[in-house]
T-cell receptor, first 111, second 109 residues
Framework: GENVEQHPSTLSVQEGDSAVIKCTYS??????FPWYKQELGKRPQLIID?????GEKKDQRIAVTLNKTAKHFSLHITETQPEDSAVYFC??????????FGPGTRLSVLP | DGGITQSPKYLFRKEGQNVTLSCEQN?????MYWYRQDPGQGLRLIYY???????QKGDIAEGYSVSREKKESFPLTVTSAQKNPTAFYLC????????FGQGTRLTVV
């Protein structure tokens, strides 16, 4: 099955700085690469995703980059704000065969 | 809200009792999933189903059972064989993106 790792496990940044979270995976057949955000006590929600035929995707302050050869993809958040504080999960997938999530990265944005 | 509904939101169970958590979706998704989340931890896959009348064990299936008699419904039973059932349980469905229910917080008393 898919082996998914995230680094770092916790990340603290000053408000306005950038944050980068990396996800590595083992299944070379993975072709869908999403990032989910889970605020305290709430359900995870998709914030950005990318497919294997695209190297980078950007949506306002967040972006995802994919290196399929090296089997990793990263979440980039620029100009961080307090509301970005949450746990972020990656979930590389192959057409919904086995939805395995990474262990999560806890991001704290300090005012 | 979001097309996937879990009930109840909070559930208390006595030791030795089985309990069933409900999950219903109206998104017409084939795939449905159950996850367990312990405080400060990630999402661990319990069971998943890609199609009606078929389901597969995830990483932590022991002490749990599921059924998938209808496309819309994927109930999870926490049996008395589950040694430490107190946790937050999340149901999800997907086409590609996963949509989550609001979760059920189960406490064994």
């Amino acid at each position: 099955g898919e082996n998914v790792e995230q680094h770092p496990s916790t990340l603290s940044v000053q408000e306005g700085d950038s944050a980068v979270i990396k996800c590595t995976y083992s299944d070379s057949a993975s072709n869908y690469f999403p990032w989910y955000k889970q605020e305290l006590g709430k359900r995870p929600q998709l914030i950005i995703d990318i497919r294997s035929n695209v190297g980078e995707k950007k949506d306002q302050r967040i972006a995802v980059t994919l290196n399929k050869t090296a089997k990793h993809f990263s979440l980039h958040i620029t100009e961080t704000q307090p509301e970005d504080s949450a746990v972020y999960f990656c979930a590389p997938d192959n057409y919904g065969q086995n939805f395995v999530f990474g262990p999560g990265t806890r991001l704290s944005v300090l005012p | 809200d979001g097309g996937i509904t879990q009930s109840p939101k909070y559930l208390f169970r006595k030791e030795g009792q089985n309990v069933t958590l409900s999950c219903e979706q109206n998104l017409n998704h084939d795939a449905m999933y159950w996850y367990r989340q312990d405080p400060g931890q990630g999402l661990r896959l319990i069971y998943y189903s890609q199609i009606v009348n078929d389901f597969q064990k995830g990483d932590i299936a022991e002490g749990y059972s599921v059924s998938r008699e209808k496309k819309e419904s994927f109930p999870l039973t926490v049996t008395s064989a589950q040694k430490n059932p107190t946790a937050f349980y999340l149901c999800a469905s997907s086409n590609t993106e996963a949509f989550f229910g609001q979760g059920t917080r189960l406490t064994v008393v």
